[in-house]
């Protein structure tokens, strides 16, 4: 069995000679090939070495490692359809952020000529639509409401932080106060909207306890884009960044001006999004229960169908 670092190597060998990857094309960085391999950093540094040495990539100032210039690919007839701009399109941005999306290198992927996806596409702005309304579709929700309100807020709730986790752009692309009116983001606030059906809510207040819910959602979503924009930058995971902080952290104790502070990093805390999120949607849902329960005007005493 070939040595890791060789499988990793004989994979993006195959991508560059399909034309997956093309001359000038970024190759995946050593953190995104522990991230889809699930290996060491110093066996993607080892692939990436073995692939400059045979002259497959190059490594850039200020870019990265390329697809190196004059390497064979096997030439094929691009499919160019609106579909396969936006599974590409969601692909760069997957890797690299929304930051790095541009008509230019979408028609560069697809190895066309630049103006040709705008005969699909009108521009960038209907392009992320587009993204938009294919990263939601990837989410299955359930053909049948569930069995009770908090059920129904959380099952959706979850599917978004889902989407969200596999796309990072995502919840930067999405607008609360100018919702985009797509198919399949309508059918998340159906969704959402149909949980409380029947609990008798005027319909702004079933508007207002759909769009909290939503933007605990999109609100700890956006981390995820920066911190794996930070990481990207100073090649540091968040722990080993805060591992950094020690003596900045120490200076500010030592003034003693913060001891609830003090007495909470005393405990070790560690900041994890998707415990962060299930934490605060927990919460959130136990808010809602009481208001709804002071909407049905019974004192405040949560007897509306909620978790077994």
Not at 52 to 73: K, N, Q, W
Not at 138 to 154: I, K, M, Q, S
């Amino acid at each position: 069995m070939d040595a890791p670092y060789l499988v990793i190597a004989a994979e993006i060998r195959r991508r560059v000679a399909d034309g997956e990857l093309r001359p000038g094309d970024r190759v995946p960085s050593t953190r995104e090939i522990t991230r889809e391999w699930g290996v060491a950093l110093a066996t993607a540094t080892k692939a990436l070495a073995a692939l400059r040495r045979e002259g497959v990539v190059e490594a850039l100032p200020r870019i990265g490692t390329v697809v190196a210039a004059g390497v064979p690919v096997r030439r094929r007839e691009p499919e160019l359809s609106r579909g396969r701009i936006v599974e590409v399109a969601v692909e760069l941005a997957d890797a690299e952020g929304l930051a790095a999306l541009s008509m230019r290198g979408i028609a560069a992927r697809l190895g066309v000529a630049t103006m040709a996806p705008y005969r699909h596409v009108a521009g960038k702005d209907e392009l992320v639509l587009l993204m938009i309304d294919h990263a939601l579709g990837t989410v299955p929700l359930p053909d049948t409401a569930p069995p009770d309100w908090r059920t129904g807020l959380e099952v959706a709730a979850r599917a978004q932080w889902a989407v969200c986790r596999r796309h990072p752009w995502l919840a930067h692309a999405l607008s609360l106060t100018r919702p985009q009116l797509l198919p399949n983001a309508v059918a998340h606030s159906e969704r959402m909207l149909r949980s409380l059906d029947g609990l008798g809510l005027a319909p702004a207040v079933a508007f207002q306890v759909y769009v909290t819910v939503f933007n605990h959602v999109r609100g700890t979503a956006v981390n995820l884009e920066w911190e794996r924009e930070a990481e990207s930058a100073s090649g540091l995971t968040d722990e080993q960044w805060m591992d950094t902080q020690s003596t900045a952290l120490r200076a500010v104790l030592a003034t003693g001006r913060f001891p609830a502070f003090a007495r909470t990093v005393a405990g070790g805390v560690d900041l994890e999004l998707d415990e962060l999120f299930d934490f605060g949607l927990q919460r959130l849902l136990d808010g809602i229960g009481g208001h709804l329960a002071e909407q049905r005007g019974d004192g405040g005493a949560v007897d509306l169908p909620g978790p077994a």
